[in-house]
């Protein structure tokens, strides 16, 4: 039993800095040795060699070298005794951006398996360069959910990977490390926890703790400290007296003691407004047992021996959490007046509490990451429900925020019962319209009141534990209220009744959307009847997701989508045709639309070589955020005072400006007749994303020399996979200009993309 006990308290702890890579490989192996029973490690050795190849030149911001940080991740993977195949794709999983290596070639070495879990964590990594960050980063968990779906074990990969930089953080920058730090507690910990990986879950806790909070985890580190010896005497005492009773009730177990960990402890203080004097079970005892039936006889001999506190038993056992986490917990008072809390569970238990989906995933038997039946299927019933979250959310943002509120580090669970005993288990605070939701959509949606424990209550009665809940329906109701969704708790609630809105009112949301689109024609003198063809309009569908075109408008119409976005993303893609392919017909649509510019009310010509609709010579002004230049497609944008700043269409500014800031716009365009001498400069910006290597820089200042471009600023950075990303500004002519100077920018070796800045 005591070897059994050791093998389940395997510490994941980082190894030494800069040790070897090739005694960190042998400790890999070691680890894999514990449980594997294959002899064959072949492949995995060769995941190394590779690693240890592409990574070669390559440094991590502590001076160590890069391929420590791989090695580390699969000791972690191997610590929670996962397969062969996840460890190798820990060993790879940086190597698909760093190299030329590609998945294909990844397949062919190693088999489909590993190359699928490679690019599922690789792609968690790859974000949009033009978005802003809290649309990266919802985009980013979008992907790791659908990757999530895929094979379990890309997140589990994703888990260890994190875990190693936070404990490497104190190489990175503060403001860096609170971003990772604050990104880790309200994602990364939590899906920890949903998953049932206490190892992982409590030590990213407590490392997020450090460096968010750094005042307070030093400061319970300082007062735990100071009491270790009398604490560890207090603790040995107890270990004593319960062995002692345990061996004379003849049950056969195992007993330790601990201090709870920091950011336990730190979650009591802020949830109950209490400081660390106040908290009184920071210790706690565990039993382990080899039955359920050995749990309860000895909570029976524990409750002879102590006095509980009343209010202080926990059954999960009986009523697991939802992660499947059982044990019986129970908080007494010492025989010194000192309170401390007892966990009582078996083996399987700790394990499963220890190791969670990792400890049931039989990949050595079915040879595949794919959800399994039973209790992990049960486990993941949360990922089912974030899934259906994403097909109903267009706004990442929307998303994000639920999600972070669905995995709140500070949640509790309320358990109640459904009229058949059924058990729920929803956040603290929940209504009975959360229990209503929970049951199923079409009982929450058709709900009309309630009854707890047989007694009518409001809807929004708050839930309490041991509940006994029965909801009551009628086909005759007319739908949820928007006040529910003030008084709901549970996201699920709250994006069910999002959705029924959404689908409810979608018909009045397809004639508002067509009607913002109408408006946004007209006020760009755009023909939508020249742009709404069926291939510009599966552009857009492809572009957002969606499957019909009803349903694009029902987006634009509650807000989801800006019509800009649609029209401009049509508009470019006719444009792209037109080039393409000059025919009659186009060449006789500009004839009708220069006949129809002809009857377009007198413009006034600028000195700033603008023409804006029925104006005169007015002050004009060049937007600082999207930098027009002539030939770009633009529009004027009348400010209180200070005259007319001119913007591309295609600006983020002008795509997101409020509707009651619309009528501001107003129609501009360059002077025909514009500096046929071409002396005039416009100030520019643009982005070069690039696979930095030496003399790159001095190939693209070459080519701004040889064309005798002036830069007048320049920023460069480059991250850990190698990525370079330049940033220039400079004055230039005209778009015929700035087109040829971009086409030859991407001719250089490593150039993957450039952009222009569009606000």
């Known amino acids: 039993m005591e070897e059994k006990l050791k093998s389940i308290e395997v510490e994941l702890e980082a190894p030494a800095d800069f040790t070897s890579p090739d005694v960190l490989y042998e400790d890999l192996v070691k680890s894999i040795r514990k449980y594997h029973p294959s002899d064959d490690l072949g492949m995995v050795e060769k995941a190394y060699q590779i690693a240890r190849d592409a990574h070669k030149d390559q440094k991590r ?100 990977d994190r875990l190693h930089n936070m404990r490497t953080l104190q190489y990175m920058k503060p403001e860096k490390q609170k971003e990772k730090a604050r990104e880790t507690i309200e994602i990364y910990a939590p899906l920890a926890d949903r998953l049932g990986i206490s190892k992982i879950k409590i030590e990213l806790d407590d490392l997020a703790l450090k460096y968010l909070e750094p005042d307070v985890y030093n400061d319970l580190q300082e007062k735990i400290s100071l009491t270790s010896e009398a604490r560890q005497n207090f603790i040995d005492e107890i270990i004593q007296e319960i062995s002692t009773h345990m061996k004379h009730a003849e049950i056969e177990c195992e007993v330790s003691g601990r201090v709870k960990h920091f950011f336990s402890i730190y979650k009591k203080m802020v949830n109950q407004n209490k400081t660390l004097d106040q908290i009184y079970d920071i210790f706690a005892v565990r039993i382990i047992v080899d039955t359920v039936k050995d749990c309860y006889a000895a909570l029976g001999v524990i409750h002879e021996m102590y006095k509980p506190i009343p209010g202080r038993f926990k059954d999960y056992i009986a009523m697991p959490k939802p992660n499947m986490y059982q044990s019986l917990h129970t908080t007494l008072i010492g025989n010194n007046g000192q309170p401390f809390e007892i966990q009582i569970r078996t083996f399987e238990m700790h394990r499963t509490a220890e190791y969670g989906i990792a400890a049931h995933w039989k990949y050595k038997e079915s040879g595949s990451g794919h959800i399994a039946a039973g209790d992990e299927a049960k486990k993941l019933s949360w990922l089912r429900q974030i899934l259906e ?73 708050v839930i309490q534990n041991g509940d006994r809940i029965e909801i009551m329906t009628s086909q005759n109701s007319k739908g949820p209220s928007r006040d529910w969704l003030n008084q709901v708790k549970s996201s699920q609630a709250k994006n069910k009744i999002n959705s029924w809105f959404k689908q409810e009112r979608k018909a009045d949301n397809i004639v508002k959307g067509r009607e913002l689109i109408d408006r946004y024609c007209k006020a760009k003198g755009i023909n939508f009847a020249d742009i709404s063809k069926p291939e510009y309009m599966d552009k857009v569908l492809k572009r957002y997701a969606f499957q019909d075109w009803d349903s694009v408008l029902a987006s634009v119409g509650h807000g989801g989508l800006k019509e800009g976005q649609v029209i401009n993303k049509m508009v470019e893609e006719r444009e792209k045709k037109l080039k393409r392919e000059v025919t009659d017909a186009t060449i006789l649509d500009t004839i009708g639309d220069n006949n129809r510019a002809a009857v377009v009310p007198m413009r006034g010509k600028s000195k700033s070589g603008i023409v804006v609709k029925g104006i005169h010579d007015l002050a004009v002004r060049f937007s600082k955020c999207c930098n027009p230049v002539p030939g770009d497609e633009i529009v004027g944008f009348v400010t209180r005072g200070r005259g007319v700043t001119i913007h591309r269409t295609d600006c983020i500014n002008v795509l997101n400006l409020p509707e009651m800031e619309r009528n501001r716009l107003i129609d501009a365009e360059w002077q025909a007749e514009e500096d046929e001498k071409g002396t005039a400069t416009y100030a520019t910006e643009i982005s070069i994303y690039a696979n930095n290597r030496i003399g790159m820089y001095v190939d693209i200042a070459r080519i701004f020399t040889e064309r005798e471009i002036d830069v007048t600023n320049m920023n460069a950075r480059t991250n850990k996979q190698g990525k370079a990303t330049i940033t220039m500004s400079f004055d230039i002519h005209g778009t015929e200009e700035l087109n040829t100077l971009m086409a030859k920018i991407r001719q250089i070796d490593g150039v993957l993309d450039i952009e222009r800045t569009t606000g």
């Open 61 to 160: 911001k502590s001076g160590e070298p890069y391929i420590i940080h791989p090695l580390c991740v699969a000791i972690i993977l191997a610590d929670l005794e996962l397969d062969k195949e996840s460890i190798i794709a820990g060993i790879l999983h940086d190597v698909v951006e760093d190299t030329v290596l590609t998945e294909e070639e990844l397949a062919a070495i190693f088999g489909k398996e590993v190359a699928l879990l490679v690019d599922g964590v690789t792609k968690l990594t790859q974000l949009s360069w033009s978005a802003d960050k809290v649309e990266m980063q919802a985009e980013n968990l979008r992907k790791m959910f659908l990757a999530m779906a895929k094979d379990i074990r890309v997140i589990l990969i994703k888990l260890a």
């Open 389 to 461: 979250w994403q097909q109903d959310m267009s706004d990442n943002k929307e998303f994000l925020s639920m999600l972070k509120s669905d995995l709140d580090m500070f949640s509790d669970n309320v358990y109640c019962f459904t009229p058949n005993g059924d058990v729920k288990a929803l956040p603290s605070g929940s209504t009975a319209i959360d229990f209503a939701y929970a049951i199923h959509t079409a009982v929450g949606n058709k709900m009309v009141g309630a009854r707890v424990n047989g007694k009518l209550v409001n809807i929004n009665y």
